[in-house]
């Protein structure tokens, strides 16, 4: 493998495999890969994708093997809490960028059937978890006394085994909860996919091609709700409608041929534009009212 070439860490197969891929895409990578093989190679720039279990990631950017990783907040906190208690140091790595998929959320689970369905009156019970120490932390700082015992898959079948009271686990749509009969109860972490860095020190060549896919991915996230909008405007209500318009700069104003009155204004909104927003706009005088998707965005 080409030392030189950087490594992003993404998961293998699961829930944000499709979406990772397709945020990398969008960010101008040209992947060429099978998905049975284990790397991917970026044809036009140097980042290679190492397709490992999510579980992994952390690890591999923590050990500086792989440089970026995206993944699930929950696989990056629960590396995060298990490094700082083991070596009473900083993680290596830290989270660059929230990404707006792979929601879900660290929840406790009860079975159905049982006669507690809180943390309260929980006095030394024992919950199921793939994630110990982000379910320790939370126990200990809520002053609880439940123990901890860890599963690495099938959370949810440890309290039908005997094995635990209760369970803390991943809910998303909540169909693997209801299938094995459990409720969900407390939610300890609302997750979504990350991009985490490892802290390393690195060259500038490798540092210039991370920051760049870094401000790439920021840029990707921004146009999604970004849109372009235009409309012919009365010159005296410049101000009143750029303030109706979310997240905007300095709009552009066009002179329209025959009037003074009238502007064309145009201006891009970085945040999602709802049709209560354009009656607000057609109320201050504005009309012939444009919004058009942005397809680019750099800031
Ligand atoms: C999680 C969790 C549950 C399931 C919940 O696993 O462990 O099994 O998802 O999703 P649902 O509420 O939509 O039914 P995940 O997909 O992260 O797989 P993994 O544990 O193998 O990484
Ligand atoms: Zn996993």
């Not at 995060?80 to 406790?108: H, M, R, T, W, Y």
């Not at 019970?125 to 123990?147: C, E, H, M, Q, R």
């Not at 329209?256 to 005088?285: M, P, R, S, Y």
Request: overall charge negative; glycine content about 6%; aromatic content about 6%.
């Amino acid at each position: 493998m080409d030392n030189n070439r950087i490594k992003i860490a993404i998961q293998k197969s699961g829930r944000l495999t499709e979406h990772t891929i397709s945020l990398l895409k969008k960010c101008g990578l040209i992947i060429s890969h099978t998905r049975n093989h284990l790397i991917g190679y970026g044809e036009n720039m140097p980042f290679d994708l190492m397709f490992v279990r999510d579980d992994d990631i952390p690890g591999l950017v923590q050990d500086n093997l792989c440089t970026l990783g995206i993944v699930g907040m929950n696989e990056a906190l629960e590396k995060k809490i298990e490094i700082e208690n083991l070596e009473k140091a900083p993680a290596n790595f830290e989270i660059v960028s929230n990404l707006d998929f792979g929601q879900c959320k660290l929840s406790f689970a009860y079975p159905d059937d049982s006669t507690y369905q809180d943390l309260k009156n929980l006095e030394g019970k024992t919950v199921a978890t793939s994630y110990p120490n982000i379910v320790s932390d939370y126990i200990s700082k809520a002053g609880l006394n439940i123990s901890v015992t860890q599963f690495s898959g099938a959370v949810e079948l440890a309290p039908s085994l005997g094995k635990a009271d209760l369970i803390c686990d991943l809910v998303s749509s909540g169909q693997t909860l209801k299938a094995h009969n459990l409720t969900e109860g407390q939610t300890i972490l609302e997750s979504t996919a990350v991009v985490i860095k490892s802290l390393q020190a690195m060259d500038s060549i490798e540092e210039t091609w991370v920051n760049k896919l870094i401000e790439r991915i920021q840029g990707v996230l921004q146009v999604k709700e970004s849109k372009y909008i235009m409309m012919h405007a009365p010159r005296a209500s410049i101000d009143s409608i750029t303030n109706l318009l979310p997240g905007t700069e300095s709009p552009t104003i066009i002179p329209l041929e025959g009037t003074n009155e009238t502007v064309a204004l145009h201006v891009v909104c970085k945040e999602n534009v709802f049709w209560e927003t354009l009656e607000d706009l057609k109320a201050k005088g504005a009309s012939s009212i444009l919004v058009v998707p942005v397809e680019k965005m750099l800031m």
